[in-house]
């Protein structure tokens, strides 16, 4: 079955950074575009950035400048960089493979100082 890992979160500082990757298995990579998304404690889930098949990248525009999202077929993984961190980022990062319902366990991200 489809297993999406997802790795990378943690403590950062406000203007830190932060890596996040997401390892797929038990699915055509390649063939699928790939999300990240966030959920903060009581609030819905939000998308936070895509990338197609074909590399093109859409992003919230709460986002917008600071992360990049990114993947690596050959690794079947897909990276969401996180630059200039803020309090306002805090929240469960979970991967998504747009078009199904197949999610990742999500990883923490806090951004405190």
């Known amino acids: 079955q489809v297993q999406l890992v997802e790795s990378g979160g943690g403590l950062a500082q406000p203007g830190g950074s932060l890596r996040l990757s997401c390892v797929a298995s038990?699915?055509?990579?390649?063939?699928?575009?790939m999300g990240w998304y966030r959920q903060a404690p009581g609030q819905q889930r939000e998308l936070v950035a895509t990338i197609t098949r074909g590399r093109r990248t859409t992003y919230a525009d709460s986002v917008k400048g600071r992360f990049t999202i990114s993947r690596d077929n050959a690794r079947n993984t897909a990276y969401l960089q996180m630059n200039a961190l803020k309090p306002e980022d805090t929240a469960v990062y979970y991967c998504?493979?747009?078009?199904?319902?197949?999610w990742g366990q999500g990883t923490q991200v806090t951004v405190s100082s």
């Open positions: 038990g699915m055509t990579f390649s063939f699928y575009g």
């Open positions: 998504h493979v747009e078009g199904t319902t197949w």
